[in-house]
């Protein structure tokens, strides 16, 4: 009979760590505390995820003179779980004069509990409008986009991503009143050099913040001022994103 009384409490004890167990396991699945946009992060449980944000791009003087594009780009993107090897990811990069849609799959590898990697391929089409002046002016073009990820996860709760991409020109085609130029021609464009910083902001968001060294012949968002150089630029870039 006294026996009762110890029963009774190990009893309450054994239904509270069977309830609080599982809640804590929940809490500390990837997709909880380190969801992210850019990391090469295998998604397990989520078929979706998706980020929004901007982009910030500063254009060198001596090309643009005295123009200089600072007007923020609306960034869109969206990832679809094909497989846990494989990600779809969508974006869209809109500042109504350009604008630019892209696509692709990224097949995610871990190399151990703190480190990722990922290997993919983006496709791009790019197309703006400007009438300046009377001319009525279109440009459009598709590029194509080697991509390759490295990151680290770290104790805190911080995702570092060093990104790498290439760019191939596939199509260009640009007319500015009566006179049009197209060019069909594959040519090596340039690469971008990222590095992103993802981590918890506010309740369940997260923040994705990265800063971007594009060396290319020819950059998209510029298309209004000049199509092809004989040298690299440098365009410097800051994407802020929050994911949905």
Known sequence: MQSTPFSARALALLLLLGCTVPLYSQDTLPEHKHAAIIFPYPMTTERWRASL?????????????????????????????????????????????QNQVIAGVHWV?????????????????????LNLEGFNSHGSGWF?????????????????????QTSFNLHYSASN????????????????FSIALEQPFFHHSHL???????????????????YQVNRKIFYPQTTVGFIL
């Open 53 to 97: 944000g901007f982009t910030l791009l500063s254009t060198p003087e001596d090309i643009t003179e005295e123009v200089q594009i600072r007007v923020p780009a609306l960034d869109f993107r969206v990832l679809r779980k094909i497989s846990p090897q494989f990600i779809a990811e969508g974006r869209i990069m809109a500042q109504v004069l």
């Open 109 to 129: 590898k871990p190399i151990s509990n703190r480190l990722f990697f990922s290997v993919g391929n983006d496709v791009g089409y790019w197309f703006g409008f």
């Open 144 to 164: 194509d986009y080697p991509v390759v990820r490295l990151g680290l996860k770290t104790p805190k709760n911080l995702l570092i991503t060093l990104r790498a």
């Open 177 to 192: 009143g009566k006179a049009t130029v197209s060019k069909g021609t594959v040519f090596y464009n340039g690469e971008t």
């Open 208 to 226: 994705t913040l990265a800063f971007s060294a594009i060396y290319n012949y020819f950059y998209w968002q510029t298309w209004p001022l000049f």
